[in-house]
């Protein structure tokens, strides 16, 4: 049973600025100076949300995903982050499960935000995953999927739950952030799972401010960063399996979920 060392990096962003915010995030990572397992960059790290994709998508073997392999080789940790990615003529806002080895996983985000055009140029993904590291299984979700409980929902059977732990990278504004903190700790208190969720700081192309409040939280809802609103840090916490296993041991609330499946 092994606990999981996890870093997270809250960043604001340069817009549309692919070599400037990765030089950036190349230097917060090789400031983290513990052996860790995890990285957790926000959403669209490279360039801020952006929703008009044409000029700015890279291929799926493009300079952010060369990246993405170098980092996760000299760290010797998965990075999970998201690129805008085209793709057989369309445009997806993908989540990557990049591994040290230089394989890796991904998901394109599902539920796109509507309200702010996404929409309009991104394809949606109809697919969760659910990764693995050091034994722990782990769901990694974008943003906007935040606001769906059900696509999130943790599943109990045969004894064993289907993940412990949920992400959520983000690009979330400032204007929202009771909603972030609070479905947070709530997706967290209902899976029984821990939850991270990175999001960025600073003032995108489009005048719209992010506050970050980026953290963690265990499966009672309990926070366990103390940072201020609109600061840059990076985070380095180690999450206890034992802690999780024995919490879920003593309350079994996930005999009691209700069964059901999700129409694609």
């Known amino acids: 049973m092994q606990d999981l060392k996890v870093s997270i990096i809250q960043s604001d962003l340069i817009w549309k600025d692919v070599d400037a915010n990765l030089a950036n995030f190349a230097f917060e990572i090789s400031q983290i100076q513990e052996e860790v397992d995890l990285i957790v960059l926000p959403e669209m790290f490279t360039m801020g949300f952006v929703v008009d994709p044409e000029d700015v998508a890279e291929e799926m073997e493009g300079k952010s995903m060369q990246w993405l392999r170098e980092q996760a080789k000299e760290k010797n940790a998965v990075i999970c982050a998201s690129i805008i990615i085209r793709e057989n003529g369309n445009y997806f806002n993908r989540l990557f499960w990049m591994l040290p080895d230089g394989n890796y996983q991904y998901y394109d985000k599902r539920h796109l935000f509507s309200l702010g055009g996404e929409h309009h140029k991104f394809t949606a993904g109809n697919e969760s995953i659910i990764v693995e590291l050091k034994g722990w299984k782990i769901k990694p979700l974008v943003c906007y999927d935040l606001r769906f ?88 916490l180690l999450l206890s399996k034992k802690t999780l296993v024995d919490f879920r041991e003593k309350f079994t609330v996930g005999l009691d979920w209700d069964r059901f499946s999700i129409e694609k």
Do not use: C
């Open 149 to 236: 409980p059900v696509w999130a929902k943790n599943n109990f059977a045969n004894g064993k739950y289907e993940y412990d732990l949920l992400i959520y990278i983000a690009n979330w504004p400032a204007s929202r952030r009771d909603p972030w903190m609070s479905l947070l700790k709530a997706r967290a208190i209902e899976n029984q799972a821990y939850v991270i969720g990175v999001n960025r700081i600073g003032e995108d192309g489009n005048g719209l401010a992010h506050a970050g409040d980026s953290n963690i939280y265990d499966a009672k809802g309990q926070k366990f960063i103390e940072h201020k609103s609109n600061t840059e840090f990076t985070e380095t």
